[in-house]
């Protein structure tokens, strides 16, 4: 087998093993059970070759880099396979009706979802939106916005931007405002 580059001086390699067996100590006691020392050595085998992949000696050292990239994808590893566990005053988290253990399982499961998103493979792109008109509706508001300031004349624009921002404005400007939108929308301004 030929090692990627960096590894394939041996001088890496004892780096990159070192960073191994010192975090595959460290997280033996933080990951479940089922995890042995060789199961995690492997995963971190697995971390450095994909770290090797995007490594760049003139941003950190070989050790620097590879322990930090290790450690970050072990913490992912940890927040999708150990569960928190519910603390409650009230009933020791052994009730299920119990209001408080309820919001604790619920952040939980949150957290938990955020460590590892579902796939997207069968969801369809509708489905994700709550609400595709208020979607709509800003998007074609956001670009009304942005074709409104790039024609608006200068001394128009400072009363249009207060406005827009809820300020009080003067009767007088606020008109003006109103003619050259009217205008805009109607197609009589370029």
């Known amino acids: 087998m030929e090692w990627p580059k960096p590894l394939h001086i041996e001088a890496n390699r004892l780096v990159a093993e070192e960073v191994i067996g ?3 100590r460290v997280y033996r006691s933080m990951l479940p059970p ?6 995690i050595q492997q995963e971190c085998w697995v971390y450095v070759l ?14 620097t880099f590879l322990y930090l990239y290790v450690v970050d994808r072990l ?7 150990v569960d928190r566990k519910v603390k409650c005053a009230k009933c020791f988290g052994g009730d299920i009706n119990c209001k408080s253990c309820r919001k604790q399982r619920e ?4 957290k938990k979802k ?9 969801v369809s792109p509708s489905s994700l939106m709550t609400d595709d008109t208020i979607v709509l509706d800003e998007v074609v508001l956001n670009e009304f ?3 409104v300031n790039c024609k608006l004349p200068p001394a128009v624009r400072g009363d249009f931007l207060r406005m827009k921002d809820g300020a009080k404005v003067a009767q007088n400007k606020r008109e003006k405002v109103r003619e ?10 370029d």
């Not at 994909?50 to 050790?63: M, P």
């Not at 952040?107 to 949150?110: K, L």
């Not at 955020?114 to 069968?122: H, K, R, T, V, Y």
Request: proline share 4%; net charge negative; aromatic share 8%.
């Open 22 to 24: 010192k975090l595959s």
């Open 34 to 39: 089922y995890y042995d020392v060789e199961d």
């Open 50 to 63: 994909e770290a090797v992949k995007i490594y760049k000696a003139e941003r950190a050292s070989l050790k």
């Open 75 to 81: 913490n992912m590893l940890r927040r999708a396979t």
């Open 107 to 110: 952040r939980n499961e949150t």
């Open 114 to 122: 955020l460590a590892s998103p579902a796939p997207l493979d069968g």
């Open 145 to 147: 916005e942005e074709l």
């Open 180 to 189: 050259f939108l009217k205008g805009f929308i109607n197609g009589e301004t």
